[in-house]
Nanobody, 124 residues
Framework: QVQLVESGGGSVQAGGSLRLSCAAS????????MGWFRQAPGKDREFVAA????????YYADSVKGRFTISRDNAKNMVYLQMNSLKPEDTAVYYC?????????????????WGQGTQVTVAS
């Protein structure tokens, strides 16, 4: 069982930056590939980024490639999403997710555990 708690959301002007954090409970954090998804009002939840169990590989949606960076610290049971050059279309609730013994999954159904989400609002 893994519990995930996101933090770091907020409001920012276009072009600004935010760093999201996701704290995971449990002793087996390094057994999970981690991902970030987002859901804008009236839209489906979509893949943003994922990182492998060791943190050695990362995967990104085309819409955020070059602007967002996912990272993890297995010693602290933390995963992060550094978001730079934010755009109004990045406005959404951002969710952290955990996928047991698998890396790089981009589909919602592939993840086993989800956080409650944190709101990111980017003003133009």
């Amino acid at each position: 069982q893994v519990q995930l708690v996101e933090s770091g959301g907020g409001s920012v002007q276009a072009g600004g930056s935010l760093r999201l954090s996701c704290a995971a409970s449990g002793r087996t954090f390094s057994s999970y590939g981690m991902g970030w998804f987002r859901q804008a009002p009236g839209k489906d939840r979509e893949f943003v980024a994922a990182i492998s169990l060791s943190g050695g590989r990362s995967y990104y949606a085309d819409s955020v490639k070059g602007r967002f960076t996912i990272s993890r610290d297995n010693a602290k049971n933390m995963v992060y999403l550094q978001m730079n050059s934010l755009k109004p279309e990045d406005t959404a609730v951002y969710y952290c997710a955990a996928d047991f013994l698998r890396s790089g999954a981009t589909m919602i159904g592939e993840y086993d555990y989800w956080g409650q989400g944190t709101q990111v609002t980017v003003a133009s």
